[in-house]
């Protein structure tokens, strides 16, 4: 009798403590069952309340990580008019020398 009432007590605690752990959180039921068993299993009596909090966390993390939205897109007009000015201060600051006339398969160039 004993055996049957500790089998029917521990299966509500694994199926009612979830529940009552997922009003709280919006998560997948599974995740916190397998939070509160895992924690179980890893941790004995304090696991029953870190096991479900680390996925928990571990759940938004990956959830943000994969839902990450990229920047906007610069203004195309924009990108071109730095890229011109970066490409004008790279030929202002490279000057041909006189002697750079082709000697030998060779150009001579100066940079300041």
Not at 9 to 19: E, K, S, W
Request: aromatic fraction near 6%; glycine fraction near 10%; proline fraction near 8%.
């Amino acid at each position: 009798m004993l055996l049957v009432w500790s089998c029917v007590v521990g299966t509500m605690d694994n199926v009612i403590r979830p529940m009552l752990i997922r009003m709280g959180a919006d998560l997948p039921m599974i995740l916190i069952l397998s939070g509160v068993i895992g924690g179980l299993i890893a941790f004995g009596m304090i696991g029953l309340f870190i096991g479900p909090v680390l996925l928990a966390v571990s759940w938004r993390l990956y959830d943000a990580w994969v839902h990450e939205v990229p920047p906007p897109p610069k203004d195309p007009e924009q990108v071109l008019a730095e890229l011109t000015e970066l490409n004008a201060g790279n030929i202002k600051k490279r000057q041909v020398s006189p002697d750079s006339a082709y000697q030998g398969g060779e150009t001579r160039l100066k940079h300041k």
